[in-house]
């Protein structure tokens, strides 16, 4: 009998690093260094996240096969916690001002407790997406997580891929753009669907321009926007253009100030939030403060004031925070 030595895994978790070298930045990646290459500094970011999402997309693995990568170095990348806990998922952080990323599997107490830090769903890194899809067009079947996990996942993201104080507007009009946008990541909105968002899109759009993320093609003006992404990260999505249409739609109508009771762009953001964390049947949720704080960059907004004026407008029925674990439990309102 022959025994089988198990060979180890390599670790999940990947680092680059933005080096400033005369003539420009260079971006070095700790698991291809000899791979060293010049960007442009104003798409070093997405290069940096669009490299990083290549390794993990190379080193698919079961769920039970993967660890909390934080931990096994010792948690040294965040202030103390309680212990690992949690799911297993891909965590982006970014140390030293944006010079260096790195994307690591990690458990979802590290997550929470990691600064400058997001969560990059599955579905992102799944499988790339295939310019001109040339098959005959039927009836298709909405495939993968529903409305409510797109947009959550999507909000996420845009926690690691925008600036930490970027507006709710400029959110807003991100989460639109990343569920719209078509397979050469351009994106186009009528004058009516950006009303529809209820939001300066004038400011939001040269917002995220200022932070590269979009160029703006044709606009913003009377007739709408047509816009460019600059985050690669964003074409490797894997749900198909409708179901991720179908997540855009849900969000507006989640989000529109008849629905929050409010026009801030800052409660609304929040309310679209709340509603994909929830539980769809029980309208019950739950979540780490810190989490919350970060993915609707409510930094300077007052987190109770927040959640105190959704339950004033009847979005949410109620919400209290564990003095325990830190996390805050909501339920929506009836109907919500
Ligand atoms: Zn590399
Ligand atoms: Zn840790
Ligand atoms: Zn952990």
Redesign the pocket.
Known sequence: MRLRTVRPQAPRT?T?ELRCQTGGLVLV?Q??PQ?GRRVAAESARSAALA?LAL?ARSDLRAPHLRICQCHERGCRWHRRHRGCTGPIRLLLACERGGRIWRLADACGACAAATAQAAIVPDTVLAVPLHPLPARPRRPRRPRGPGERVRVSEILSYLAAALPADASAGARLLALQCALRMNAYMRVEFSAGLLRGLCIDAEEACHELERARWLRAVNGPGAAGVAAELRDATLLAQSPARPDRRRAAEWAVRTGCPARIGEAEPWLRLSGVYLAAHSDPSSGAGQRECDRIIRDCGLHDQGFHGVLSRLTANGVLEGWRICPDSGDVHWTLAPGR
Request: aromatic residues 12%; contains cysteine; charged residues 10%.
């Open positions: 990947w680059v990646c698991h291809c791979d490299h390794h």
